[in-house]
């Protein structure tokens, strides 16, 4: 399962689109706000640092893993390793690993493009933090997309997750702060698990710790996204 593991980044890392749209876009997009907005080294700065590495590594679990799955699946690619001593319940664990791991350098990148570029400055501990909470934060993220994969021909998936990380990405204030949202949108946004997850790494910042009232809204919609994959995934298998 090593190997597989290991074949499976390397395969990932060497893919122009993951590249360009799941590393790149969130770097680009982030000096770019910033820098047309003048964020320089302000709070807002780190908040939308934050925003987007989350945006990122939401990518990298919706598009990457559901629709990669999805693609092996219509390809026969799963039906192959069927042959092999490897089982269905291996491969998943295979590209949930592959997910958490490939989410690291989004989130790296970006959050030393926050400090190399805008300046931002945060104790050491805030910085260490911050990355395992965007990775847990990911998680429903990844487990929409695997019930994805597991849902949808190659052509479906993939359009279907670009479509759900945007609208979540917008709607969960990744994009823009939900401050600016009129009231009935800003009411919508908050019962999103995309808001949510950025409001873990959201209250590190303000200097609060990160398992408010918000966080039971950010586990509810774990759970039932989890129970969604573990269902598709028996149903495929």
């Known amino acids: 399962m090593g190997t597989y593991l290991l074949l499976e980044v390397r395969r990932t890392l060497r ?7 799941t590393v790149g876009f969130p ?17 807002w700065a780190a908040q939308y640092m934050v925003s987007m590495a989350l945006y990122g590594a939401m990518g990298a679990g919706l598009t990457g893993v559901g629709a990669r799955i999805a693609t092996e699946r219509t390809r026969g690619w ?15 664990v295979i590209k949930l690993a592959a997910s958490v791991l490939l989410t690291l350098p989004v989130i790296l990148l970006v959050m030393l493009a926050g400090f190399a570029v805008n300046g931002v400055r945060l104790p ?5 933090l911050l990355v395992p909470l965007l990775w847990l934060a990911t998680l429903p993220f990844t487990a929409l997309g695997i019930a994805i994969g597991y849902s949808a021909r190659d052509e479906v998936a993939n359009g279907v997750s670009i479509v759900l ?9 990744l994009w823009m702060p939900v401050q600016l949202f009129p009231g009935w949108l800003a009411a919508v946004a908050k019962g999103l ?10 209250r590190v910042l303000d200097g609060h710790q990160p398992f408010g009232a ?13 129970a969604l994959a573990g269902w598709r995934f028996r149903r495929a298998s």
């Open 124 to 128: 050491v501990s805030t910085w260490l």
């Open 165 to 173: 990380l945007f609208a979540l990405s917008i709607g969960g204030g």
């Open 78 to 92: 799963t039906r192959t390793l069927a042959l092999t001593p490897l089982r269905p319940a291996g491969y998943l």
């Open 193 to 202: 698990p995309s808001y949510r997850a950025g409001e873990l790494a959201w």
């Open 214 to 226: 918000g966080a039971l809204v950010f586990a509810g919609w774990l759970v039932a996204l989890l």
């Open 15 to 21: 893919s122009v689109p993951f590249l360009l749209y």
């Open 27 to 43: 770097v680009g997009f982030y000096l770019l706000f910033t820098q047309v907005f003048g964020g320089g080294a302000s709070n």
